[in-house]
Each structure stands twice: as C-alpha cells, then as structure tokens.
C-alpha cells in the first residue's frame, strides 16, 4: 500500500490540488496530514480519499476542521498525534510543534514516525524507527515544496517537488 504523506498546507490551496492530482495519479487513496491545515476550505479539496489528520500550532478551529473531514468520509480523522497500524505497518504522524517525536521513538514501536513543522524535508532513520517529514506545502519556504509517497510493503519513500506556477 502506498501513503501519501502531506504537510503545511497553510491554506495553499493551488498547491494542495497540486499534490492531490500527483497522488491520483500514482493511485495513492490513503494521505496523512502532518498538521497545519489551517482552515476547513483547505479540507474540503480532501474529498475522494481517506485522510489521517493530525493539529498543528497554526490549526485554530479543529472542531470545524474535524466536521469538515468527517463529513467527506466518515473514516477521516483529527486528533494531536496518531498512533495506530496501517496494513500491519505501526505508524505515528505528529506537527512535532509539541517536541514529541523523540518519546514516539523511543517508545520503539513504531516503524514511521511523519510529522511536520519545520518546513524541512526529512528522511532518517533511527533504530528500527523511519522519521519523514514530507516538507511544506505553503507557509514559510525553506525549500521547495513538497510531498511524499511511501510504499509499506517495499519500504521505498519518494520526495516530490511541487512545481510552482
């Protein structure tokens, strides 16, 4: 199975539909939003696939944002930080505005940890655990923007460029 694996949306929206018709086109129906969404029209362009959404420090109104995701498919979610399997796999998601990525590695159940933040891409493995952070989508720009796609059954973790109009 394939995850993509999105981040600092902030409500930029060309560059979401961007991602998602990447996402499409590599068959990816399963996304995890590493935070800062920032607002419910940002949500609505999630329709037509499963997103796992976790709050960052810039997602204001969760309740709204929540609703949003819900109501385009009842297996959505939103909460601080994820923790749960996916195909077998143990995955965590997290913004890590909160510094919590090193307890959810040291917890050593995880295989991933995503999360967000920074702005930064990120690929690092440590100990038997995989931290990506797919870098940003909108706000501050570090570097290019960016999503992932990460194959469960083959481990293999591709970074793509958002290309910019």
């Known amino acids: 199975m394939k995850l993509g694996i999105l981040s600092d949306t902030h409500n930029h929206t060309q560059n979401l539909a961007r991602a998602l018709s990447i996402f499409r086109s590599r068959a990816v129906t399963t996304l995890i939003h590493c935070g800062d969404m920032t607002s419910p029209k940002t949500a609505v362009l999630l329709k037509n696939v499963h997103v796992i959404a976790v709050t960052g420090n810039m997602d204001m109104n969760t309740g ?9 498919n009842p297996q959505n979610s939103l909460s601080a930080t994820f923790t749960g399997e996916i195909e077998g796999v143990a995955i965590a998601a997290t913004h890590s505005h909160r510094g919590n990525v090193p307890d959810l590695v040291a917890n050593g159940r995880f295989s991933y940890i995503f999360h967000g933040h920074t702005h930064r891409r990120r690929d690092e493995q440590v100990n038997d655990t995989r931290i990506i952070n797919p870098g940003a989508l909108g706000g ?17 973790v591709e970074f793509i460029s958002i290309p910019e109009p």
């Not at 709204?64 to 385009?72: D, G, M, S, V």
């Not at 923007?145 to 990460?150: A, E, L």
């Open 140 to 156: 501050t720009r570090h570097e290019l923007r960016s999503i992932c796609i990460v194959n469960l059954a083959t481990d293999a």
């Open 64 to 72: 709204r944002l929540e609703q949003t995701l819900k109501q385009l």
